[in-house]
């Protein structure tokens, strides 16, 4: 198993949180993994990406000009990198804010209205969360219980009450995708 | 097996260096390496371990209060990026010329000037040929991994404790700010003062009437005196290449054509090497671990078997000098980089490796 994922978005939208805590539910599945962030003046607004590689080998190049998955949660992070996934990879997008809908015939797309169900639950701060349900739903590559171990590593344990949150925002995730494109 | 946790590489230097018994860090924050000193704050190691941390006002100061703890026989460490780097270049030359023992961390980014905060590895040369003035070397220690960035720090002490000498790790920012899982080592304590002034008879630990007393200095206006201190030092280097070379090298045994890569872009080329071996084309890689001593014998070693080789890097072929004075003339010696703090792609090293061999 080799998985490489971008998940690219605006600066403040959990990108790089989203992105590690999957690394970490790969570890706590005994994976291999790397995370490779873009760094710089992102903090919040700028345009934020990661690259994550999860595999059952040792990894070799952190840095990837084609994915697997894309997840995307905005228009310029689309145009930049809908061309980067491979044939029979997977695209899932967030429909807020976008106006350009991803092109692609040979790959599967999905979205997923993140913003809108994180605030429906209650927990718009869990948006990056349900997103990972999403993609979760389609590639089951971690389990919910690594998920779960994964999700206690990478936050603070004085946040840790905040995890059954967290827990229903992935599920809700997994709920409500919608496949546009499926090969 | 010992917990894996994932962390930067940056930060993975941070508990490294508490965990091996560093007495001292002094740092002034740069991008792409500032998660050195935010990890050891956050961490407060001189609550447990007493290891001292601070900030100090300039680069310029940090190095000079390495000079300082390396004195007195501490083992003392500091890091910085690129620029920061160009201004501690007169503490390391000191600092080499007294034969000091410290660790010096360099996270580079592109330059010349204040270039970029993206990675890069134009300071090769600053780092392998000297930077400060004077004929000194340091021991460059490059890692690839966060976990080797963890495992330097105690290797790069104890390196630069053999040869009374600095030492540096000079990482990149692919290296220092990836995340991968790294292993922690078992806690070393920090040397008390009875260990240091047994280990360290040199050292400036207070005068006692059974000796006379230590000078830590780099000057020397006696011609003859200051003729042998320089004999010592290259006696010092060459015993460096004839006992601490290290390299990894990759599917070289049956190649035909070997990429030189170190830190980030050495992981770049792993890739690059899979998919040559897909296409039958036999290329090896030669990862060197130490930039100086460089692993020129081991090169030497491989070019009868060769038919070119070449050097990928994020600068404009500085560690490519290194690897055509290993090979002599004997081979074509390629070259391939980026620069401004662009990071190639595997493929992109793989197309312009394949038009190197069919020019």
Known sequence: MKEEIIIAGFGGQGVLSMGKILAYSGIMQ?????????????MRGGTANVTVILSDKKISSPILSKFDVAIILNQQSLDKFEEGVKPGGLLIYDPNGITRLPERKDITICSISAVDIAAEIGNSKGYNMVVLGAYLKLRPVVTLDNVIKGLKKSIPERHHSLIPMNEKAIAAGMERLVIHNSL | MAEQILMKGNEAIAHAAIRCGCDGYFGYPITPQSEVMETLMDEQPWETTGMVVLQAESETSSINML???????KKVMTSSSSPGLSLMCEGLSYLAGAELPCLVVNVVRGGPG????????????QACKGGGHGDYKMIVLAPSSAQEMYDFVDLGFELAFKYRNPAMILADGVVGQMMEKVELRPMKPRWTNEEIIKKMPWATTGKTSDRKQNVITSLA??????????????????????????????????????IVAYGCMSRICESTIEMARKEGIKLGLLRPITLFPFPTKEIDRMVPQLKSMMSVELSTGQMLEDVKLAVNGRLPVNFFGRLGGIVPSPEEVFEAFKKSINK
Request: aromatic share 10%; net charge negative.
């Open chain 2, 67 to 73: 000079y300082g703890g390396a004195s007195c026989g």
């Open chain 2, 221 to 258: 206006l006696d011609a003859a005196v200051h003729e042998r201190l320089n004999h010592t030092l290259i006696e010092k280097y060459k015993k460096m290449e004839d006992e601490d070379v290290r390299f990894e090298s990759i599917q070289c045994e049956d190649a035909e054509h070997v």
């Open chain 1, 30 to 42: 005994g994976q291999e993994v790397t995370w490779m962030p873009s760094y710089g003046p992102e």
């Open chain 2, 114 to 125: 204040l270039g970029t905060i993206q990675p890069g590895q134009g300071d090769y040369f």
